[in-house]
């Protein structure tokens, strides 16, 4: 009697126990990559802001020009339910964004938001300046709307919203200029 080589092998019904958890594993994975997606462009949003609102700040405290003329301040102007905002120079004092403060040749620029990603609202009103300026050489922010010139008492809070899922995020900004965010 010759003894052989014992040959083992998987049975059908271990190949598909294999292949159902390789399934499962893969939706999982696939599900919680394109779920997180909108969470991503709305963070990315929120830090977009939060960093163009301190290039305004910088902008101011550096003295910087705005073409060939030294501003007033620099801000950013923002809408809710847009998905850009405006950085600008205000030239005449005013303390709000008036057309031809924006022009990306001499400094200011618009900067649109990521996919489905808008300023959602405000804490005070549906449209908001933050202009950082100096006051006898200290640093402040004033935040006001434009539409009903008016300055606000209190510190901005701007809510981001995503369109898709509706998660929002905030960004706040006090008198002082400081910024930040629930990140």
Do not use: C, H
Request: aromatic share 12%.
């Amino acid at each position: 009697m010759k003894k052989g080589l014992k040959k083992e092998a998987f049975t059908i019904i271990e190949l598909l126990v294999a292949m159902a958890i390789i399934a499962i594993v893969t939706g999982i994975f696939l599900t919680n990559y394109y779920g997180s997606e909108g969470q991503s462009q709305l963070i990315n949003g929120t830090q977009s802001l939060v960093r163009d609102l301190r290039v305004a700040q910088n902008k101011n405290i550096a003295g910087t020009r705005y073409g060939g003329t030294m501003p007033y301040g620099w801000g950013i102007s923002m809408s809710s339910g847009s998905d850009y905002y405006v950085l600008f120079a205000d030239i005449n004092g005013n303390y709000f964004y008036d057309s031809g403060e924006e022009l990306e040749s001499k400094g200011g620029r618009i900067i649109y938001l990521p996919a489905n990603v808008i300023i959602s609202s405000f804490n005070q009103t549906n449209q908001a300046d933050v202009l950082f300026y100096n006051d006898y050489d200290v640093p402040q922010a004033n935040m006001s709307d434009p539409i009903n010139l008016i300055s606000f008492e209190d510190d901005l809070t701007i809510v981001l919203a995503d369109t898709n899922t509706g998660a929002t995020k905030e960004v706040y900004v006090n008198r002082f200029g400081l910024i930040s965010s629930n990140l």
